[in-house]
Every structure is written in C-alpha cells, then in structure tokens.
C-alpha cells in the first residue's frame, strides 16, 4: 500500500485530462485528502518486480459479495509456482491469484452479471481530472494501471487515505474494501500493479502517462465473468485476509469456516521500517479481535515507483536492454538506479 501500500504511495496524482470514467457513474470519487505529503508523488511510475509471472489464457472473475476477484490461468512452462500468500494451485494444474476489491455503493453501478472483455489499458495512470455524468473533478489515481472492462467499468487503485502516523496527516492510501465506489474495482495499487502483470502488461516499461497501449492479446482474450455470488475455489467460497468495510457479510458468517477457502493478501511497502503502511484495520480473516496488521503482510521489492525526473534516463536504460525492459533487480535496486538515471549517469552499472 505503500505510499504505495502506505499504499501506495503517499500519493494521489496529476496528470492529463481525461474523459473515461467508470461507467455511466463514474468512479472518479473526489479524493479524501489533498495534503502535501499526498501530492508528493503525484506523477510517481509503478513498476512490478515480484514473484509472478503472466499467466497463459487467463480469466477473470469478479464477485461482488465477496468483493474479491480472482485470475486464473496456467504458469509458462518454464516457471515454477511463487511461494505468495493469494496464490493457490488447483487440482487441474491451473492457478489462482487473488486480491480484494471495492464495487460500487449502489448496485445500479455495477457491471451487471454477464461476461465482458477488456477493453482499455493505461499502465500509468497519474492523478488528474476526470468528467463523468456529475461533473469535472479531480481524482487521485495514484499512477497505478487502469484496467477497463466495460464501457469504462475498471480495475484502478483505491483512492481512499489514511492518516499512518497519528498526527491528522492523511499521508498513506489503502484499499477500503467495500461497497464505495461509484462502479470501478478499487484495488490497492500495487495490486493493480501485479493484475496488470500477470495479465500481460509488462510493468518493466515507462509507459506514457493516462494513455491507453494496446491491449495484449492474453489480456484481450481474458473473459471479465462479473457474479453477485461468492467466488469458488474447488467447491469452496472464496474469501481473502483482507478487512472489509461495515456491512460486507464475509462467506464464513453464512456458510461457516469448513465452506471457506481463505486466501492470503499481502501490501507493498518502500520502507524498511515500514513508515509508508497504514494503521492496523478490523479484522484479520473477518476474526474479531484479531487486528490486520499491515506489517505483518509487507513484502519489500514486489512493487516501487520512481519520479518523474528519472524517466528519460530510466527509459535510454530500458532501451538498451532485452526486449527494452528493466532488469528485474529494479525495485531491490531502485535508489542506485534512480540516481543514476537523474544524473545521467549508466544505470548498468548498478548491477
């Protein structure tokens, strides 16, 4: 979450104008908060370095009682299945990646239940305008990938802040899991970032800021199968430890612990002493009295970002390389890459 799981980072964005919205009600929520600290890292680039690779002839589903989504699909032949928490191997070999979501306050915002496509692919969203059905505003988009499925409808970053350090300061973005968008899937964004990789989207690359690429063909042809029901894993409803906001009746309480198939969450940080996670949040599992310490599920590494200032220097590096990607060190490596990519200097030799 950093500010990127302080949530992502500190951030909330700026970037061009832009018309595409979540639906006929758009998800372009007015941000929370627009302290300084937030804005620091306003047109800040994510890029994914974690344990995941792109899946082949991925699906997706998005469940909105359970508010989760999960992607399926089957590893390359040449990669092993990642020791990460929100993955799990079916019996029939295939693997499934599991994050939570937000949908929409109100149901009529929605996709309705049936199958759609994706259709929309920005990589690199910064924060900016937006105009939908109520008007202009500003949202805080964080830089993170903007996934869209229908008619605007689409996996983006959370938008809502938090105050991390007990000061009054709303200085770190999470994901509020729940009924609160206006139509869009909130993620926490280095989730979006992860989605978007393991969908095909190289997040190795400085792509162009709130425009769309082409969409890659595994992405393309991934059915988007949106259900109002509880996801399944092997028979089992699905859930995830991540917390949820009030009125969200997780599967456990209907069905019962035995019916649940839990998969694990886990948070970005930038920090090693994890000043950039949000405070601990109700309930871990959905068990009272068991707080969800954001600590406890930070993985280092998995996703960072870098300024805009680094871009040009950053992109002449990729340039140079195989398939014109960054070296998969980047994230463990970023403040020597960063630095030299500022100073005009030769980024390799942080190798």
Known sequence: MMKLARLLPLLALLAPLSTVACGAAADDDAPEATDDDLTAKSDEHWFYTGPLSALENPSVVVSLNGHTVRVTGKLPASVSLADAPHVKKAADGTVSVVYPIATAAKLSGNSREDTYNFEIAKPYRPSGMATNSSGTSFVPWGGFPFLGYNNGIAFHGPITSADSNGDGTKDVWYLMRGRVSHGCNRMNGEHAVELAHILGLTMRKIYPGNTPVTVPSGMKNAPVKVIADYDRFEGKYIDVDYPTDTGVVRPAKTFGDDKVVMFGSWVGTESPNG?????????????????????????????????????????????????????????????????????????????
Request: with cysteine; hydrophobic share 35%; aromatic share 10%.
């Open 275 to 351: 000043k950039d996670l949000p405070p601990d949040a109700k309930w871990e599992a959905g068990i009272a009295g068991k707080p969800y310490v954001f600590a406890a599920h930070a993985k280092q590494n998995w996703v960072c970002s870098a300024p805009k200032s680094s871009f040009e220097g950053l992109k002449k590096f990729a340039a140079s390389r195989p398939a014109g990607v960054l070296p998969d060190d980047f994230c463990a490596k970023r403040a020597c890459y960063i630095e030299k990519a500022k100073a005009g200097g030769d980024p390799s030799t942080c190798r």
